[in-house]
């Protein structure tokens, strides 16, 4: 009587994928090779990436970028801190102008790159929280996660996230480089998670022990900030998305888990802030 031969046992390897929560690839920076700056990421095994807006300037080729890469780049909108300046730009119709964006119900993933920044100077002080202020009642209006900027004004931002408490907020701290104590605070706040990047691997980086004495790996989420602050081994070159998975190796390493453990870990973060598709 034939047989059929045992099957052979199949080995199912499963790739998680990364998340870049904070690119600038619409930068000028990325003119000349970004069809090859996505490659390299996606080669790298970072799927999707979320690009921040900063001002009225960049908000056009923006939305191009993600129209021609659906499902891998994700706008977001907002007027970044330093370009609060009324010298420069109208603020008030700027801001009209994005909401209006956010009434017609165009395709963003969240509000951002928003919040504060007083570390040249606090000439526009006022008018960065007023801006912000705006900016947070707009997430809570139109139910969209916040990417919040915050230099030198950790005491001020905690007291505008605490004002707007009650309103289901979420969203990321991006860029966290601060103390532990800093980060419970934020991490006080339900429904947001911190962004790390390539500042982590950086040798005199306090970053490492301020994350295992007081973050779970359960509030990160990965990000580069490109072309801004490159991990090491690329220290002082222009940042990119691929390099990502530098953070996520060095996270990997601190917390004690595998590569695949974070790469599970942050991106199921994301999708439970960001709804995506």
Not at 107 to 132: A, H, M, S
Not at 160 to 174: Q, S, T, Y
Not at 241 to 256: H, M, N, R
């Amino acid at each position: 009587m034939f047989r059929l031969p045992a099957p052979f046992p199949v080995i199912y390897t499963y790739i998680i994928y990364m998340i870049d929560t904070h690119t600038h690839l619409d930068g000028d920076e990325f003119a000349d090779d970004f069809e090859q700056v996505l490659g390299r990421a996606q080669a790298a095994g970072v799927e999707k990436m979320f690009l921040p807006n900063v001002n009225e300037a960049t908000w056009p080729r923006i939305c191009r970028l993600c129209q021609e890469h659906p499902k891998v780049l994700y706008p977001m909108i907002g007027l970044h801190p330093e370009d609060v300046n009324p010298t420069v730009r109208n603020v008030a119709q700027v801001l009209d102008d994005m909401e209006t964006q956010l009434q017609s119900g165009v395709p963003v993933i969240g509000i951002g790159e928003v919040g504060l920044d007083f570390y040249w100077d606090e000439t526009y002080r006022r008018e960065q929280i007023e801006c912000f202020e705006r900016q947070v009642g707009w997430a809570a209006r139109y139910d969209l996660p916040l990417m919040i900027h915050a230099r030198n004004a950790h005491r001020e931002l905690v007291d505008i996230i605490a004002r707007h408490a009650g309103k289901g907020l979420r969203g990321v701290f991006h860029c966290f480089t601060g103390t532990a104590e800093e980060a419970r605070d934020l991490l006080a706040f339900d429904g947001f998670l911190l962004g790390i990047g390539g500042v982590l691997t950086f040798k005199k980086s306090k970053l490492p022990e301020v994350l295992t004495t007081a973050v779970p790996l359960s509030r990160i989420v990965l990000e580069t900030d490109s072309p801004y602050m490159a991990p090491v081994p690329h220290r002082g070159q222009r940042n990119e998305s691929a390099y990502v998975v530098e953070v996520a190796k060095k996270l990997a390493d601190i917390y004690g888990v595998t590569l695949q453990e974070v790469n599970r870990a942050t991106t199921d973060n994301v999708l439970s802030v960001f709804h995506l598709d």
